[in-house]
């Protein structure tokens, strides 16, 4: 495998941002960590993820669809899309690697989303290898092992070097690309980095937390269940988990009447809101407990039902960080569980 001492890490980001965009995860003042556009300087974080994700930059929270123009009773319509740039996504975490496969089935699916499809084309993803996991991690319920992520190229950290593998085409043109900043090196020491992170994963509090008693074919079961009453009770609805969340995809479609024209946008959307699908006849979920168990329900049920078992949660522990009455998908799991 191909190396570079950390050390010299700063130089090779010089390098891949003079050819391309490069994003890296630094810290921000409040000592959270989030991506940033790369500046000659600027450190790699030492956290172990990102406040928002990776999806960002596949999928924005905010932008524009179309413009309109008035002319008297003409209207022009303007496309405004753009061929992206290429870029460069550095140090995304397996978690949210994993949930590229899940945006992709939603946005890559026909009617192909041109906008995200655009963005998959031109971004090349470089994961990171988690080697210290955190508690509100359980990316292993979902099958996801973060000593060996995904994405197009994958890093991985002995302590003293950052060794390169290409897991498909598009990884091995940009580790191509960089090669003449890389040395061979021996990776045996990686495997005793990978077995200890192995080894802090099976210790961890959501160890055991399976998904074996949920699943498409368990609509009934959890739909109409009672216990929705009381896990939503507490629930501010402030869409705090959605916005977080690396795998949700709702989003809303407005115009922007700007006074010589229309904008068309969307944005980001959460079914936690109570406008959420609104429509003239009004909201098809009127209270805090059916948007409550819509977001589970999709994430533990509706999605497998429909992606051959695959579910749409990724075990990143985001929602159990943020939420503020501390309510997340785990709860909800281990509360609704049917034995």
Partial sequence: MLKISKSKLGGLFDAIAAKQTLYIPADREDGEAEYKKYESGMALTKKLNTVRSAKDF????TENLAEFRLDGKNIEVIDVRKESEDFVVFGVRACDARSFTILDKVFLAEPVDSFYKNRRDHGTIVTMACTKPAETCFCKTFGIDPTVPEGDAACFDDGESIFFLANNEKGQAFIDSIASMLEEGDATKL??????????MEKLPLA??????????KLNEYFNSEKWADLSEACLG??????VCPTCQCYDIRDFDTGHGIKRFRCWDSCMYSDF???AHGNPRLTQLERFRQRFMHKLVYFPANNNGEFGCVGCGRCLSKCPI??????????????
Avoid: H, W, Y
């Fill in 208 to 217: 055991n937390l399976k998904t074996d008693n949920f699943g498409g074919d």
């Fill in 326 to 339: 501390s309510m997340n998908i785990v709860k909800v799991m281990k509360a609704l569980e049917v034995k």
């Fill in 277 to 279: 699908t609104k429509m």
């Fill in 58 to 61: 596949f999928f924005p929270q």
């Fill in 238 to 243: 402030c869409g705090t988990c959605t916005f």
């Fill in 191 to 200: 495997c005793d980095v990978q077995e200890k992170a192995r080894a802090i």
